[in-house]
């Protein structure tokens, strides 16, 4: 059984962490997979594990915030597979600030490569899957884009903004094939998270209901479900693989 065995994914930021679970978790299910990343390195170390795992994978480079770069990485897909016909924006970054000690070049960035790099990908990739009547947009977003985070305030507001673009794309598309959701995780053991301070993240852990962080692979099988035939009548919305940081 290979439920995805149909679908060309791009996966954004796959090269660590989350990304890299949701390459290889969509790989299993039968996905061709491209597997975008800032550092060509880690794509390929990507793609090549895939591959040697039995699945079918290609690596591209590329800045998610940077037009041409996205132009790039879906003119790769299409060479390599053909057109993509399930997004998974994934790439991120993240950094404590202080709200007063924030710098409008830090603001500019968090927010460009989430938000902007989810809609350049987004609108990059819905014409072909409008054309086809049929595709499927994941976007991950974050629970601090639902409950806030301290000394994260561009980090919140982007992700927070990930969720609005997800609602807002879902009602224009929904009706013409093309299934739009999001993802937000709570704190997962990455290594963008183990790089936040250690005092950040023993607070956190200790308000979670389960009291410890999930596992890149919690948010690897949500997407892959949100991919699948069996979410057929999920659009818009905002899954949380969280430990119960957010309960809706």
Known sequence: MSPLADHIAVV????????AAIARRLADAGAKIVVNDLQMAAAERIAAAITADGGAATAVAGDVSDPDDVSRIFRHCAEVFGDCSLLVNNAGIVQQS?????????WDRMIAVHLRGTFLCARTAVVPMLQRGEGVIVNIASQLGQIGGVEL????????????????????????????????????????VRNLSEDWRKAKAGELPLGHFG????????????????ARIYVGQTLGP?????ML
């Open 98 to 106: 202080l709200f007063e000690e924030l710098s409008v070049e830090d």
């Open 12 to 19: 954004t930021g796959a090269g660590n962490g989350i990304g």
């Open 242 to 246: 969280n430990s119960g940081d957010v």
């Open 153 to 192: 305030v561009h980090y919140s507001a982007a992700k927070a903004g990930i969720i609005g673009l997800t609602k807002a794309l879902a009602r224009e598309v929904s009706k013409r094939g093309v299934r739009v959701n999001a993802v937000a995780p709570g704190p997962i053991n990455t290594e963008l």
């Open 215 to 230: 596992e890149p692979e919690d948010v690897a099988d949500t997407v892959a479900f949100l991919a699948s035939p069996a």
